[in-house]
């Protein structure tokens, strides 16, 4: 990094409460959440682990506390009209295969995982009984349909811990994406461990660094009033950093998902997540 740029990041980073809103609690229709636990084992630079609800201001977090309040609901109801929604060639809804979105409670929990020697997401499942099910043409990785279909699917497993497997055959995904995540790249020659792991719980701008959780994904942001998924924030990441980003959907992208979900093993699931 040359001068100038190491200035800049520097004084970017403000100091702050290293846990800021530790002692808040997180608690939805009655049932408490894990928002903070001792890290996973295989976590080195890290003791404890928090949702970025901690990070949040009181009136970000309270948005969370109410599914009626909660904006990322209006995107789940869309789903929800999707979900009996015929589409493709074979004339079929997401419906016809799976009476009832509930059936998938857990699955959020344990993604990505490894299927038939390949690392898969939330989205590629969608996607696979979009193209070979119904027949239709492949859902956009962050657009609407697939961000909203997602989170729908995914809040079944809300409250449930995140247990994502990194040994047997993920191994070598985990790997490359930790590879990923403390490689410095970009203009700025910035690593995702700068921010989330080195500076988590100081200010950047105007912005609450987290630990980069993403127990809440998708989620919404006040920022940009919509759905957002895991691979549009690292996307978005990378550009900030003045770095070219990978391809969403890409084995690099689904690599660093496994990682950075594995770094939040014990955290509740809290989709969707309500985020600045």
């Known amino acids: 990094m040359n001068k100038m740029l190491s200035a800049v990041a520097a004084l970017a980073l403000v100091a702050g409460s290293a846990t800021a809103g530790e002692d808040a609690i997180l608690s939805i229709d009655g049932e408490n959440f894990v928002t903070q636990i001792a890290a996973p084992s295989h976590m080195e630079n890290v003791d404890t682990i928090f949702s970025g609800w901690v990070f949040r201001t009181d009136e970000t977090q309270e948005l969370q506390t109410d599914d009626f309040d909660n904006p990322a609901f209006v995107f789940?109801?869309?789903?929800i009209d999707q979900w009996d929604t015929v589409e493709g060639s074979e004339?079929?809804?997401?419906?016809?295969?799976?009476?009832?979105?509930?059936?998938f409670v857990g699955l959020k929990a344990t993604l990505p995982?490894?299927?038939?020697?390949e690392l898969v997401t939330l989205t590629n499942l969608v996607n696979e009984c979009v193209t070979e099910r119904m027949g239709s043409k492949e859902w956009k990785y962050s657009g609407g349909k697939m961000s909203a279909m997602t989170a729908l699917?995914?809040?079944?497993?809300r409250g449930m811990p995140v247990n994502v497997s990194i040994d047997g055959d993920a191994a070598s995904h985990w790997e490359l994406g930790k590879e990923i995540y403390y490689t410095r790249v970009g203009q700025l020659q910035m690593a995702c461990a700068n921010c989330h792991e080195d500076n988590f719980g100081n200010m950047i701008r105007a912005d609450h660094l987290s630990q980069g959780q993403t127990n809440g994904f998708p989620l919404y942001r006040l920022k940009n009033a919509k759905i957002n998924t895991t691979h549009g924030r690292f996307k978005g990441c990378m550009s900030n950093i003045r770095a070219t980003p990978y391809k969403?959907?890409?084995?690099?992208?689904?690599?660093?998902?496994?990682?950075?979900a594995s770094r939040g093993n014990g955290l509740?699931?809290?989709t969707p997540a309500v985020r600045n």
């Open 91 to 103: 004339g079929k809804s997401c419906s016809d295969c799976h009476s009832d979105v509930a059936d």
């Open 268 to 270: 509740s699931v809290e």
């Open 153 to 157: 699917i995914a809040h079944q497993s």
């Open 113 to 117: 995982r490894v299927e038939n020697g």
């Open 248 to 260: 969403e959907g890409s084995p690099e992208f689904k690599a660093l998902e496994l990682y950075v």
């Open 76 to 79: 789940v109801d869309q789903a």
